[in-house]
């Protein structure tokens, strides 16, 4: 582990070590790396494409906090691009589909279901959208609105965007099937 992040001397030579300091230096190179390796792999992962337009940084995030345990983990699965939206579901098995045509089979727009087009823009939601998000973001909806939502830290906003994921999952389930 020395070796690995750059300490072999500490092994070859203890005595040239402050051992009272050490332990710090050391836990701060073992972040350092681990948060590099956390971008490296965020950056080129393509089910992240969504995620890294809002999450650029290893940090803790306020909605973790702000929101109770049912709510938040249905906006952590839309932030971390795990609902069962085309852009997912069509990557995998026999019958994957091009990523530039995995549309949302619940409209006619032939856009791609991504979370963008999930929360914004199908025509399914929009009864949902007027319910629960501000007309700022969905009227005239843009990449910059959508992140600027998905960084809020306004906790009436979290928890109205995240009652909107949980009941756009319910109807998307029912119209389906």
Request: a positive charge; proline letters at 3%; glycine letters at 2%.
């Amino acid at each position: 582990m020395l070796d690995d992040y750059g300490f072999s001397y500490v092994w070859n030579y203890p005595a040239s070590v402050d051992l009272n300091k050490f332990h710090m230096i050391f836990k701060e190179r073992a972040l350092d790396v681990f948060k590099q390796n956390w971008f490296n792999s965020v950056s080129v992962n393509k089910c992240l494409d969504s995620y890294k337009t809002y999450k650029f940084m290893f940090c803790f995030e306020e909605y973790l906090d702000l929101l109770p345990v049912r709510l938040r983990s249905h906006l952590s699965k839309l932030r971390l691009c795990s609902i069962k939206l085309a852009i997912e579901t069509g990557r995998y098995g026999n019958n994957a589909i091009d990523r530039n045509r995995r549309f949302c089979s619940l409209c006619g727009l032939r856009e791609i279901e991504d979370e963008y087009h999930f929360v914004f823009v199908c025509p399914a939601y929009d009864h949902l959208r007027r319910m629960y998000l501000k007309p700022v973001y969905y009227v005239r909806p843009s990449v910059y609105k959508f992140v600027e939502l998905m960084k809020s830290d306004s906790k009436r906003e979290l928890l109205k965007l995240a009652t909107y994921i949980i009941n756009a999952i319910q109807l998307r389930k029912l119209l389906l099937n």
